[in-house]
Every structure is written in structure tokens, then in C-alpha cells.
């Protein structure tokens, strides 16, 4: 463009004005990417608060919705540890001896004084 047009300046002027409007929407647009991941953080902070069980290698994710994705796929696999865990305990306790012999303990409170008095 000829500097003599007489459109050159105004157009240097409106070409100045897009590019301040321009570094403002930049700007807007860091401090709301900044805005986005404090609260992704604590939004991951606040999962792993309520399941404290929970790796927090296990919840990632730079979004919120990857976030809840990923907190529900690790609460998932918790859930099917704690129920593989319970199953195993539940396994190797015994339920009860069948060779118990009754002692002090399957006697009322009378019959315990009475045995211990008559120990004397």
C-alpha cells in the first residue's frame, strides 16, 4: 500500500487498534486456561480426598470431564479390589470349631459364682 494513499493511515490505526484488541483476547484467554486448570486441580484434589484408598496415580486427565472419567474407571477397579479382598478373608477365617468344649463361658452368672465358690 502507498504511504501518500489517504487510507494508509487509518488503516495503520485500525490495523494497531486488532492487534491490542487481539493481545487482550490473548490474555483473556492465558488467565482463563490458568482459571481452567486450578480447577481441574482441585477438582482432583477433592476426589482423592473422598476416596483416600485411591492411588492418585491412578486419577488423571487435564479436562474435567477426563478427570471424573478417569475417578470413575479407579473407583471401579478399588471396588473389585476391596471385593476380591473380602472374598479371600472371608475364605481363610473359619467360621467356628466344632470341637469347642463348653467352659465358664456357656455358664450363666449364678452357676460362674457358684463354681468359683465352691473352688474355695
Not at 78 to 104: D, K, M, N, T, W
Amino acid at each position: 500500500m502507498d504511504p501518500n494513499d489517504p487510507r494508509h493511515d487509518d488503516l495503520v490505526l485500525e490495523l494497531e487498534e486488532l492487534r491490542a484488541q487481539l493481545a487482550e483476547r490473548d490474555e483473556a484467554l492465558a488467565a482463563a486456561r490458568a482459571a481452567h486448570d486450578r480447577a481441574v486441580a482441585r477438582l482432583r484434589e477433592a476426589l482423592l480426598a473422598s476416596e483416600p484408598a485411591l492411588d492418585p496415580a491412578l486419577l488423571g486427565g487435564a479436562t474435567v470431564e477426563e478427570v471424573e472419567a478417569s475417578f470413575a474407571a479407579a473407583k471401579e477397579t478399588l471396588a473389585r479390589i476391596r471385593e476380591a479382598v473380602r472374598r479371600e478373608a472371608a475364605a481363610a477365617i473359619p467360621a467356628g470349631s466344632a470341637l469347642r468344649q463348653p467352659g465358664r463361658a456357656a455358664l450363666s452368672p449364678l452357676e460362674k459364682i457358684r463354681a468359683g465358690l465352691s473352688g474355695r
